[in-house]
Each structure stands twice: as structure tokens, then as C-alpha cells.
């Protein structure tokens, strides 16, 4: 292929547009989607069939509540920093868009009932609730410096989640009572881990593992007590190990979205509806319609209409493939493989039928660190595969989705075991044949990832590609907002001394292969500062590579034009220095 061809193929997968159910505004579904080039909520009238984009200016996160027309969002006002502003718009009209009277901010999650709005949001020295009314007046409820991320309001309960107690490997539910403006804390066992509360009528559902496995409680509110609502034999049966979403359908009925291995699983109550393969993140019930946002490794997203009577599925929004791509995927296979402590780790790895075998592949790691690869379409692997590379992506310790014991094993050593679960990785490709040659590549955390596994296992590749990454904790901690110091407080289990020796800016000397440097300059969670510091020392040790700095562009990428600017310069690195 040459570079023309090469350009043309990473361009057909960037346009591809991504769509994210957000949920029902009379009779419409709400969607968020780069259709335009840019991120920006759709809206689907179920009545006409019609669809239009509702918002413009670009779009970081929305929230719908089935009995209004308004639609709450947030729009970032600082080129990429994350210093947001939430708005209201009619559903019905895409002229009647008005902020709210605040100021930018980080915003940690939004809860809307209809009549109210509330949100956390992160100031200087505070991480803060808040409250408006519909006419955007709004008021600061409360304000402490504890990592919390709000899920929910309804009626007077306002709810969320957070790292409330002492303890870096627990998550506790808050409750804000409006009728005594009480900030309550409430775990039904110190210790355990709580999360993503969704109230209705007194009533709190939430997901927990204090009773053994991950489940999902009943807490309620009056009365102070607790019933689980999802049995312990559903769990079983259908290898759920966490949820990626769930919700009300009434007072006394919920759904949820079970995970397994990576792909999700649609419950009404307790009667498992069929979704198409692969992992979906929210669904949104009409009527005696579902509707949910679909996708795989192999297959870009979709909306999908589940009539629950019949138990059947159309697509509502399709998004067809170029041919090029979707033959790319020879295999997508879920696998678990032996760590360096006997630790099982499952990845998923996909062959590119444009490649022989043994290849060239690449280790694909995901950022978070509390994220995994699921089954889920992911523009950057999917470029990959179409252009003839391998690629595994293992969910090494630390990652989300195989319940909580694995999930917190990175706490107190990031860039430990974790890094050694992606070497071990690698290790297993190489093994079961597929690479000759191999790259390294993540963004974020999985940035962070690259780095050190270039600099402390130098032997192990032959080139790396770190995307928005981190490469000295100390630094990083001084730039890094309230809410991101706590965060690496968590991380790091309050343990400071480690930092040293988890920055990759300490070990520059030892880098061994091509380096590809891409970070966006306005990054607020992973800061350009050290990185260019990172680079002088390359420069003096007269190491090979690259560095892309990514103009007027955030962590969280707001355009398609920004995820070319990931992918282009990542994918001509890869084919110059190993085709
Ligand atoms: P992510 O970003 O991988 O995209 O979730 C991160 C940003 C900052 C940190 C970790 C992850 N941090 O620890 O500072």
C-alpha cells in the first residue's frame, strides 16, 4: 500500500461516526454523535422517523429524564482543558439551548429528575455538589476535597459515589438529603465498594460487592434497609462479573446490563433479553421498546429497537463498514493467559487478515487505569488490524470488568504488576505465533504503560507509540486539578515514595527502540509539561524519536480531525520503522 492508500484507509475508519445512547426526551431518542465531524447530541423523533443534530459547538456529556423535553449537556470552553459548562435545550428545539449561571469547571457526572439538575463540579482548592433549577439558577450545596462523582437526583435525594473513607480500595455511596441539606455517607459494609446509585422515590439501586460477588442492592432510603435485587444464581449462571449500566423501569422494576468477559448481557428485571454480541453501555426503555447503543471489536456502533414483548431486534441507526475494513478481521478471540505470579489475565487479540503469521503486532493498552478492552469497536485497534498488524490488548490488573479483587490489585503499585501483565502479554503472542516483529502502543494510562515498558523492559520491543501519557508523577501531581490529586493519591495508596521509581523520565537512558511521542497540548489529566522536559532528556542521550504535539486539543478527544492527528502520525511511525 502506499501512502496515499495508507491515508485513505485511516480516513474511512476515522469517519466511521461513533453513536452513544443517551436516553428518551419525548418521544426522541437522544444520542451523542460525531456524525457532523464533532461531537454533538442527535435526537431521533420515534413518531416521524426523522433524525437531526439538536446541539452544536460540541458536546462532553448529557443527561435525559424520561417525563421531560429538556435535555441537559455540558460543553467544554477551554480548548480541550475540561473546564466545562452545562446547558438546556428543548429536545424538540435545537434554538433553545441556555447555560446555566456558573462558572467553567471539571464536571464529575450530572443527575436530572426532570425539575432539578445537579452535578458535581471541581474548583480551585474543592471538589463541590451543586444544584439548578430549570432557569439555570444554580446554588453549591456542598463542598469537600474527597474524590466523589455524582449519578443521580429524584425528588430530594441527591446521590453518587466516591472515595469517602480512608481507605484507597473502598467506594461509598453519598446521599445529599435536600430536605436537611445533610451530606450522608453510606456504606452497608466499611470496606466494600459501592457504586453508581440511581434513585427513584426513596428508593437507592446500586451495584456493591458486600455481600461476596458484584451485585446490585436495593438501599432504601427511609426505612435503612437493604435487599439485593439481583440473585446470587442469575449472577452465576451468566458469569456476570460487573454492570455497565442499570436503571429504574418503574418504582419496583429495574433493568440492567450485565458484563461477561468483555460483552454485555440485557436484563428486564430478572428475564434476559437477547442483544446482539458484543458490548453496549446504556439502553433506554419507550413503551415496549428498548433502545440501546451497540457495538464490537469487528462491528462500529449501532442503535438498536428491542421490542421486549417479542424479544426481537432491528437496527434503528446502522453503520455500514468499507469493505477493506471489515475484511480485516480474519479472528477476534477472548483468551486468558499466565502472568509472571501465575495470575490468569484476559485479553482479547484480533488477526488481521492482511498479515502473515508470525507478524507484526501490536500490544494494545488501554488507559483508566480502571478501564478495560472490551468487545466494543475502538477506532485505533481497528486501524491497526486494517493495515496489517496484530493486535493484543490485555486487561491486566487493575482493569474493570472482572470483578473487584482484580480490579484493585494495581492500587499502591501502578507500573508494577501491571506492567509486567502487559510484557507477559507480549510474551504469549509471541509464543502462539503471531509476532516477529512487535509495538507497544496506549494512550493515558496505557501512554504511561509505553513508556515504562520501553525504558524498564527495553529488550522486549521494537518500537513504541505513546499517546497523551505519563512520564513523572511528581510533576504531574503538581499540575494535576483537586480532583486528579486524589486520584493519584488512590492510585498510589497514598504511597509518594513510590513516584521515583514509577517515572519513566528516570530511566530515558535505557529507552531501546524508536520512540513515537503524541500528546495533546491542553491535556488537563495527563499535562504536556513533563513531556517536553521527557523530550530535552531524549535529545541529550540521543535517542530516536518522534514527537507530535497535538495544537488546541484535549485528553478527551472533541473531533475527528483530533483522532487522525492520534492514529495518522501513530500508524506512518509504525509502518517506517517496522515494515
Ligand atoms: P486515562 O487518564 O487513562 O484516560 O483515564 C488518566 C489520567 C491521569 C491519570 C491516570 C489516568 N493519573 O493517574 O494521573
Known sequence: MNLSEKIGVIESIVKIPSYLLVGIAKDRVVLLSDLSGEMNLWAYNLLSGDMYMLSSGGVVDAKTCFISPHVIYSQDMSKGRELSILYIINVSDPDSSFPLDMNPMRIMGIGFDGTHIS?????????????????GNVEKLFSGEKFIELTSIDSHLVSGYGVLRDNSRSMELFIYDLNDNEFKVYTPLEDSINEYPEVKSGKILFSSNWAGAKSLFVYNYNTNSIDKVVSSQLINEYEINDFTSFGWIDENNIWFLGKSNGETKLFVGTKHIPTPRGY???AAFYGDHIYLSSS????????????IESGRYNVLIDNPMPEKVSKAFSKVEFIRYKSFDCIDIPAYYIESSYESKPGISIIYVHGGPWWEVPNKWNYSIASFVSLGYHVIAPNYRGSTGYGEDFRVMDIGDPGGGD?????????WFSKNGFSSKK???GYSYGGYMTYLALTKYPDEWDAGVAGAGIVDWEESYKLSDKLFQSFIQILF??????????????FAEKLGSPLCIIHPQNDSRTPLKPILRFIGKLLELNKSFEAHILPDVGHVFKTKEDLFKLIYPAIIFLDRVLK
Open 280 to 282: 453496549a453501555e446504556y
Open 493 to 506: 495508596d497514598d504511597n509518594n515514595k513510590l513516584f521515583p521509581d514509577r517515572s519513566p523520565i528516570y
Open 119 to 135: 452535578f458535581v463540579g471541581v474548583e480551585d482548592t474543592s471538589i463541590s455538589l451543586f444544584l439548578s433549577d430549570l432557569e
Open 439 to 441: 509495538a507497544i502502543f
Open 419 to 427: 506492567l509486567k501483565d502487559i510484557v507477559y502479554s507480549e510474551r
Open 296 to 307: 464490537s471489536l469487528s462491528n462500529p456502533p449501532k442503535i438498536y429497537d428491542i421490542n
